[in-house]
């Protein structure tokens, strides 16, 4: 079946034109048609354009110069800006809001002849971890479809793991690439901040939003990678440098590499199902040849505290636009200041106004040094310490999640311990570092995700690693059962 | 009575000479239907980035230098966060700190009334973006031009305390700074459309106290005219209010160009708190010395070093020097016409005379008219050697300014030559002599004011052409003989 092939697979069969790009397209596009009420993946599916790009991705392929993912269909989280389509974050102030430019990412995906199925379901803003403050729908997880899918890049991750797209671009801001990747058991990847530009996507935390691939292999997520990533003249934090090599993917070795194992990563609030799933694709990694350390991250501990002060006091200044003057809905008041405070009083959620308080309050005049600059303090020692570590060891090596995937509405009235789920994830995008969630087992049925975080700018690396550990584990790529 | 003293901050800003805006590649200039002139990035769409117009700093930096700034070699933006309707993404790019702005510390020189330099201490230079503008729609409403947002806006603010204490210096340091940056090219210094602008701040106290008073703050400000006649309204209203026994409140006031009245916009309860913190979008601008020095390296002689030189070397006086190093256009025909050999006074009389008045009349630049500095140098020099007097070389000047032909050209085409042949001119006052008898007869019985008259006779006969001051001379001669 089309839709069970990996992107890889997929193009392959396109490039040699066993399959249409117009046959790969229907295929996916019939099955959302069939699944997605079950699943709430997508918030939009423009089926015109889709068969649009479909043709052109057809032309490149006709004219022999077909890539390793033209003609693969693409879900994009809808909080990417894509030309023409929808793009509202999930959120009520961008409803009806359609972007007149497409984000580079997506630019560069069309400029390889990848074709956009549609836009995916998130946490408002990408501010949450179930997927579950969306303003529009609730997504379910594949493997339980009582269960959230995790967030805030859930849809993305549940469209993948469902089979309903080959692969998806989520964004990272604090895990929400990794976490639902983890929690819907297929690879999810953050790339080093600033090799995959942010231009178009709609900003959260700025210094801490990446833009990744989610997949259902390391290979898809290395070639994901490799098309979206590069410098982008439109992005004043985009690294000059070359896009993410898939080139030597395949040509490493786990014999001798040494990994580090933070003990902070592996508190009690890891939950034993995950922990025993962990431990034993270490001993599995063990007798491939990867010599294990415990080591102490100190910093890690105040890594979720920090977290929530610098990404809410960023969020706090980016949202700030969305007043109704110039897009999305306005709501009708007296002058132009009610006006502004009507509008984003009914179009936010309640999360996101909650963090923008937060943030505002920690950018005050007065408490502006205790909070955000002290939280900036805070992450550069934490960056520090992790490069401390990267100058012994190849990798690190933890849980993704402390837990399974969780009931849908479990977690929902308690946002304190949805927020202290984030500490495994949160570490990478403190310090810029590139981290991916691959499938390592199942804990009661559920998938379990290990996470290898690697040193700055060595993405290419640490796909190396990935797609090592993805060979040696044996449950690596399970699927859950899906119609 | 009590002496007041005011103190008067000036805040300006300058919109920046650039191709483009400060973040994105929007054309900048003046006017044009709203909406025009933006793009996705600077109408702040959802998930647009800026990228900064490196020639904006370039040229924040030059007029920092200018200024006699300490230059920040790591200087950041920061985001200024505030909602107003002009504001696109509800931030404006800006620069905060005592040492991060692209200069601080600088001080501009500005010539007093008797000849003397007073110094002004600036506090920074800094760059930022400008905002859109709220404007009323015929059929009701308000709508916002986003055109002017985004387009680079150089803030240049004075040192507190201030050294500026009265209307005059206000206006004399607002001429000097708009000169500068007019040297630097860095802004076209249109007060009247807006890309100077001028805020200043005002409080009065009583001579000998050293506590400073409550500042109120001027807007609407939109000509050097506006901002010395603003300035003392405020100083004087202020000082009413305090002898009255009342005290001066915070607040914003705007100039009302009408009533060459102040008003109250609003008052300032609180300080707005703009939760400044870095700009996650920009990465740190570095500079290091050689860059620095490249630019120093490219400064022009600034507009009072001009004027001092004029004075100085050339030997001006200090109002005609003023008058040339005021208008860079001046200062380029004059330097021209220096470099021809002309000279200083005599170029400088003909330049802020006869020509000024001319190009006045048809509305024109001086390079937009016929003139050239060797026209003018060729004028003097016929003058200076008596071969034309002053009144004829009006006559020629207004022919050159006409067809553009060079003056020589014109007097030998006219004939207008002066006559300076002393043999010439004797013979011609001799005629005149005979053909008057009872005049000479006159003079000689002591009445010395009919020489006027045959002087007069004189260059009558000679057709103007005569050289007047050897006529006197010969005249007298022939009289007493
Ligand atoms: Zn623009």
Redesign the pocket.
Known sequence: MITQLSAAELAKKIASKEISCAEALDAHLDRIEKLDEQYGCFLAVDRERAYEDAKSAQAIVDRGEAGPLTGVPLAVKDNISTDGIETTCASKILKGYIPPFDATVVTKSKAAGMVILGKTNLDEFAMGTSTENSAYKITRNPWDTTRAPGGSSGGSAACVSAELAPLALGSDTGGSIRQPASLCGIVGFKPTYGRCSRYGLVAFGSSLDQIGPLTRTVEDAALLAEVTSGHDPMDSTSIEMAPISSANLKNGSLKGLKAALPKELFADAINSGVRAQIESAIEVLKNEGVEFTEVSIPSIEYGVTTYYIIAPAEASSNLARFDGIRYGPRSEGKGHINVVERTRAEGFGHEVKARIMIGTYALSAGYYDAFYLRAQQVRALMKQEFDKVYAEYDFILSPTSPVTAFKLGELVDDPLALKLLDFCTIPANMGGMPGISLNCGLAEGLPVGLQLLGAPLQDEKLLQIAYGVEQSLPNATQRPQIP | MSNFVASVGMEVHAELNTQ??M????PVSFGGEPNT???????GLPGTLPVPNRKAIELVLKTALALNCTIAMHSIFHRKNYFYPDLPKGYQVSQYGDTNPLGYDGYLEIPGPDGETKRVKIRRVHLEEDTGKLMHLPSGGSGVDYNR??VPLMEIVTEFPPDITTPDEAKDYLTQLRQTLLYLGVCDGKMEEGSLRCEPNISVRIEGTDKYGTKTELKNLNSFRSVQMGVQFEVRRQIAVIEGGGTVAQETRGWNEQKEASYLMRIKEAENDYRYFPDPDLVPMCFDDEYIESLRATLPELPLAKLRRYENDLGLSTYDAGVIAADLNRVEFFEAAMELGGDPKAVCNWLTGDFAKLLNDQGLMPRESKITAAHIVELTKLIADNTISGKTAKDVFAKAFKDGRMPSEIVKESGATQISDDSVIRNLILDVLNANPEAVTKYKSGQMNVKGFLVGQVMRSSGGRANPEMVQKIVSEELEK
Do not use: T
């Open positions: 483009s805006k973040f994105c590649r929007c002139r933006v793009c996705p990035i600077c109408m947002a985004g």
